[in-house]
């Protein structure tokens, strides 16, 4: 598919700043939409000074400015939404608005302006109390957390706007997404840079649980490969391999176009303590004595998580570089040589 101009939404944030960085670095014409709520300029500083890239700072819930950003743009990479279960929980008034309200008025944006295909982040918490292992694109729970709800609607959404307008949609099910640029402060930080920011400072990190939950952790390069097919395949391409893999699907499974992206395995939470500290202490032997807190397991998690990639792989040719335990000593070393800048 001929495409030039990529807007980015949410483009200053975790995801989103690291897509930017890759597609004008590759020589699209980038737009990027954040709101700076959870984003952070400095992500996207070095970026600022190319002639192909373009910061619009502005809100998704504002249609007026989801229409500006969007004008004359071949694919949009939907990044943008308010994140974490907990804060879902606790606020799912104002997660409702971002993710349901900004993501509707993004995909009426793209409508309109004749945008050939929207990719957005989907959720692995759609897959809800599900406890089929591998997950499977078809087959999904009921949902736990506000922040789910939010983003199954997202999906729903997506497939009216191509079945009623014709707008090529692509979800791609991210499942805990790690890597260089994800905040280790605030209240709803996620594990990884949580931990490592605790060991960092020698401070013990705390596991929800006994530590025997699992997750199928994806680094930042899997994902970034991910969004890269899914905006450039061609359309005829896309449709072809996404009907014959559909038709291989047994009768009553929905058929849209939703993927899985992840690596295709599981680690367990006390795995994941050993590896970051194992890694961490490379840099900081003290680090290797430190031990984790247990306590409660926290509403709205599921105990396991894997996904199978087999769909991604068929359709997009999706084929991720880099395991688990790859992934978390490259962030390790990138949040440990970040740390030493700011000194």
Not at 209 to 226: K, L
Not at 310 to 330: C, H, I, M, T, W
Request: hydrophobic letters at 40%.
């Amino acid at each position: 598919m001929s495409v030039k101009k990529i807007t980015i939404t949410g483009g200053a944030g975790f995801i989103g700043s690291n897509l930017c960085e890759f597609f004008s670095k590759e020589g699209f014409e980038v737009t990027c939409l954040d709101n700076l709520s959870t984003g952070f300029k400095r992500n996207i500083e070095p970026l600022l000074t190319l002639p192909n890239f373009h910061f619009v700072e502005g809100d998704i819930r504002d249609l007026e400015t989801c229409r500006r950003v969007v004008a004359g743009c071949d694919v949009v990479l939907h990044e943008a939404a308010l994140g974490s279960v907990p804060r879902s929980i606790n606020d799912p008034i104002n997660t409702n608005a971002n993710n349901v309200d900004g993501f509707l008025n993004m995909l009426v944006a793209a409508r309109d302006a004749g945008v050939k295909r929207f990719v957005y982040a989907a959720s692995s918490s759609t897959y809800g109390d599900s406890t089929t292992l591998p997950k499977r694109e078809h087959v999904i729970g009921r949902p736990l957390s506000p922040y789910a709800i939010t983003k199954f609607v997202n999906e729903l959404y997506a497939t009216v706007f191509s079945n009623l307008y014709g707008l090529e949609t692509v979800g791609l099910r991210y499942f805990n997404v790690f890597g260089r640029r994800q905040d280790p402060n605030g209240a709803y930080a996620a594990v990884i840079p949580l931990w490592v920011k605790a060991l960092m400072e020698h401070e013990p990190p705390f596991i929800n649980g006994d530590g025997s939950y699992s997750r199928d952790f994806t680094y930042i390069d899997n994902v970034i490969q991910a969004n890269r097919l899914a905006a450039l395949i061609p359309s005829e391409e896309l449709s072809e391999r996404l009907a014959s893999y559909n038709a291989s699907l047994p009768a009553g499974c929905p058929r849209d176009s939703v993927f899985n992206v992840a690596f295709g395995g599981n680690i367990t939470l006390n795995e994941l303590f050993d590896c970051l500290r194992m890694n961490l202490s490379r840099f900081d032997a003290a680090i290797a004595t430190i031990e984790p807190v247990h306590r409660d397991n926290r509403p709205g998690d599921i105990p396991h998580s894997q996904a199978s990639i087999e769909k991604a792989q068929k359709v997009l040719g999706y084929n991720p570089q880099f395991d688990a335990r790859s992934g978390f000593a490259a962030a390790c070393e990138w949040y440990w040589t970040e740390n030493a800048l700011k000194k």
